[in-house]
Nanobody
């Protein structure tokens, strides 16, 4: 059974930074693509970033490029999302995803202006 637990969300001022973590349980963590998605109030869930199993290939939504960095630590079965230069429009619940099949419960990020 795969479980994903996000942490690191919170309230930050515009221009600030946060680092989200997603701890995974289960086997073969390093075999799977891991991703971050977000959902703002009244909007659908949108792609943020993804990283392959080896950690040597990443992909980002255009609006996050240059501000967000996804990384993973396979030994700790954890994926991270470093978010810099945060904007009020980044306010959302951020979800971790494993292999497009499993989701965490989400962590709230609120950016004040």
């Amino acid at each position: 059974q795969v479980q994903l637990v996000e942490s690191g969300g919170g309230l930050v001022q515009a221009g600030g930074s946060l680092r989200l973590s997603c701890a995974a349980s289960g086997r073969h963590f390093s075999s799977y693509v891991m991703g971050w998605f977000r959902q703002a109030p009244g909007k659908g869930r949108e792609f943020v970033a993804a990283i392959n199993g080896k950690g040597d290939s990443t992909d980002y939504a255009d609006s996050m490029k240059g501000r967000f960095t996804i990384s993973r630590d396979s030994a700790k079965k954890t994926v991270f999302l470093q978010m810099n230069s945060l904007k009020p429009e980044d306010t959302a619940v951020y979800y971790c995803n494993l292999d497009s099949a499993h989701w965490g419960q989400g962590t709230q990020v609120t950016v004040s202006s």
